[in-house]
């Protein structure tokens, strides 16, 4: 099975910036398309950002400009780099790892809060 260990959030100002990491275990994770989701309270999961097994990346709107995901497949790490932070972006944030139709697995999440 794959485990996602998640890290780097914490509080931040909001203009400031944050970058999280998701470690993946197992030998899937360049083949696998990795993603980094949201939950706000009261809100339902979204999608913040995607990235294929090939690089090819996808945002919300909310975030475009903004965050960037990256991939570094020799240490099987997964990145968010969150620039210009608003309180509306405050959220656990979750990492997600799809291989195909074969494998979902998700981290534990990590709280990512923003002050005004």
């Known amino acids: 099975q794959v485990q996602l260990v998640e890290s780097g959030g914490g509080l931040v100002q909001a203009g400031g910036s944050l970058r999280l990491s998701c470690a993946a275990s197992g030998s899937i994770f360049s083949r696998s398309a990795m993603g980094w989701y949201r939950q706000a309270p009261g809100k339902q999961r979204e999608l913040v950002a995607t990235?294929?097994?090939?690089?090819?990346?996808d945002y919300a709107d909310s975030v475009k400009g903004r965050f960037t995901i990256s991939r570094d497949n020799a240490k099987n790490t997964v990145y968010l780099q969150m620039n210009s932070l608003k309180p509306e972006d405050t959220a656990v944030y979750y990492c997600?790892?799809?291989?195909?139709?074969?494998?979902?697995?998700w981290g534990q999440g990590t709280l990512v809060t923003v002050s005004s």
């Open positions: 990235i294929t097994s090939g690089s090819s990346t």
């Open positions: 997600n790892l799809r291989y195909g139709t074969i494998l979902d697995a």
